[in-house]
């Protein structure tokens, strides 16, 4: 059972766009919201979080949209740039229970040049 | 230096054998995790631990232990290793600043098991 779904496993963008990656979760215990992008070779790094208070969270070119009742949130990169291309995954967790972050599958952008 | 780092980075094993992946942090975190990447199927959560005294199971616990040897050193072990056990496998640590909490991931650890 999946908690964390993100249903487009790859993306291609032309450079100067916007990106918009999605991600859908099942558990309403889940309050807040992370980010994470991913290069080849290495960790994961934080991007960008949002709590469930909010609907909206902004970080430069990186936007994270949550829409609580449709239980999903998006995340946008505008505009979009080449070295953005990587795995980018969503995770959640339940700041009120465990801290048990749980992930997506991740979806692999391209940004095209 | 890296906040996170892992031992080793990279390891061949054979079916049968023991090994152990080590993770080390600095940030003074008190949550520490360990996953494994798999292809198509995302980070997928095999142990992780509040405190010292504190350990928990994941998703995929199944053929792993871990060992919280102190605050900052989190330890995974496949007590007899096989071949579908072959995956990238990252530590990392959790707390909160500002408000904000947030994970750090080690550099990962890719294990090959023959």
């Known amino acids: 059972d999946q908690q964390v779904k993100q249903n487009s496993p790859s993306l291609s963008v032309q450079e100067g766009r916007i990106s918009i990656l999605n991600c859908d979760y099942t558990?309403?215990?889940?309050?807040?919201f992370l980010w994470y992008k991913k290069y080849p070779a290495e960790g994961p790094t934080f991007l960008i979080s949002?709590?469930?208070?909010?609907d909206k969270n902004e970080d430069g070119r990186f936007t994270v949209f949550l829409n609580k009742s449709a239980k999903h949130l998006s995340l946008h990169i505008v505009p979009s740039q080449p070295g953005d291309s990587a795995v980018y995954f969503c995770?959640?967790?339940?700041?009120?229970?465990?801290?048990?972050?749980?992930f997506g599958t991740g979806t692999r952008l391209k940004v095209l040049a | 230096d890296a906040d996170v780092t892992q031992t080793p980075r990279n390891r061949i094993t054979k079916t049968g054998k023991r090994i152990m992946l080590e993770c080390s942090q600095t940030?003074?975190?008190?949550?520490m995790y360990w996953y494994r990447q798999d292809p198509g199927l995302g980070l997928r959560l095999i142990y992780y631990?509040?405190?010292?005294?504190?350990?928990n199971k994941g998703e995929i616990s199944d053929g792993y232990s871990v060992s919280r040897q102190a605050q900052a050193k989190f330890s995974l072990s496949l007590e007899s290793a096989i071949p579908n056990q072959t995956a990238l496998y990252f530590c990392?640590?959790?707390?909160?600043?500002?408000?904000?909490?947030?994970?750090?991931f080690g550099p990962g650890t890719r294990l090959l098991v023959l």
């Open positions: 990392a640590t959790s707390g909160t600043s500002g408000g904000w909490e947030t994970q750090y």
């Open positions: 558990n309403s215990m889940f309050d807040y």
């Open positions: 949002i709590s469930s208070i909010k």
């Open positions: 995770a959640a967790i339940s700041t009120s229970g465990t801290y048990k972050y749980i």
């Open positions: 940030k003074g975190h008190d949550r």
């Open positions: 631990s509040f405190d010292v005294k504190d350990i």
